[in-house]
């Protein structure tokens, strides 16, 4: 399991966050490579996210689907599945946010397995804190 | 003037990857296909060489997480064309050719995209065979190195250019 904090800021209201953090039509596209594929419910979707690895890339297919939410705290955990396309391993992550006036933080809890892990942890995590600080970056814009 | 070309022998581009994600790309070798050079070693020696830019094609790439399949072999070759070289003219030309024994010296100007700058490099001349090579460092000719994973995944700076020709003894001046 690795364990991740980040920040991010919007500089918008805390109600406005929390509405597009809540929507993953909005939310899912601001991980580089991410899409919606089909809203399943209100709160859950199949998605797709693509990583270029230079010249070869790892396409994870799954789902996306608020698990948790705490209208009045405005905290609420995203849970990710998915599985790598034409391969074995899988990546899944618990994404927690907690958002105050203009931003908020984010706590990734995430389990990766497969070719992506074959990294090596250190460098999983290397990769995956960019992942997060370019997600939480596009989120300024969103 | 004597010309070789992609029928006498082969010019290549090595590269290597970078950065803390670096144990998930490859090392490649990338092979010119479509390249002119001339070598005269007489009273005026002088040395010249152009290359299609588009015509760069990935022949051995070792490393990463997995072994590349035919479409990220052409992704990379895309890649090269849509963001690297961008299809832009390569060109170099001798400005000073000193031979001793079978060692030629070689300084002169290379045109990269818009930026044209001095580089130097040696060849060796032995029975015929020329063989040499030259580091090219991308950010001199203002190309930005290709990364991936959000920066963690880089091509190094430097690049390797080799030549290996045979030049029947049509460089013996």
Known sequence: MVELDHSFSTGKDEAYNWEAILDLDRIVPCVEGGRVVERTSPEAAKAEIKVRMGAMSLTFNGTVEVVERDDTAHRAVLRIKSKEKSGQGHANADVTFDLDDGGGKIHTAAQISGKAASMGEGVMVTVLDALITDFTQRLAGI | ?173
Do not use: C
């Open chain 2, 1 to 173: 003037m004597p010309t070789l070309g992609p029928g006498d022998g082969t010019l290549t581009v090595r590269t290597q990857r970078t950065g803390a994600a670096a144990k998930a790309g490859h090392d490649l070798v990338i092979e010119v296909t479509s390249w002119q050079a001339t070598l005269e070693l007489g009273d005026s020696p002088s040395v010249t060489l152009t290359a299609d830019p588009r015509s760069l094609k990935v022949r051995e790439a070792t490393g990463g997480v997995k072994s590349l399949g035919d479409d990220d072999i052409a992704n990379i070759e895309q890649t090269i064309d849509d963001e690297v070289l961008k299809g832009a003219p390569i060109e170099f030309r001798s400005i000073s050719v000193a031979v001793d024994g079978e060692r030629v010296s070689v300084r002169g100007e290379l045109q990269l995209g818009a930026r044209s700058r001095q580089i130097s490099f040696d060849l060796l001349l032995v029975g015929g065979r020329l063989a040499g090579s030259a580091v090219v460092k991308q950010t001199d000719w203002g190309i930005k190195p290709y990364s991936a994973l959000f920066g963690t995944l880089k091509v190094a700076d430097e690049v390797r250019v080799s030549i290996d020709a045979d030049t029947g003894g049509q460089a013996d001046g």
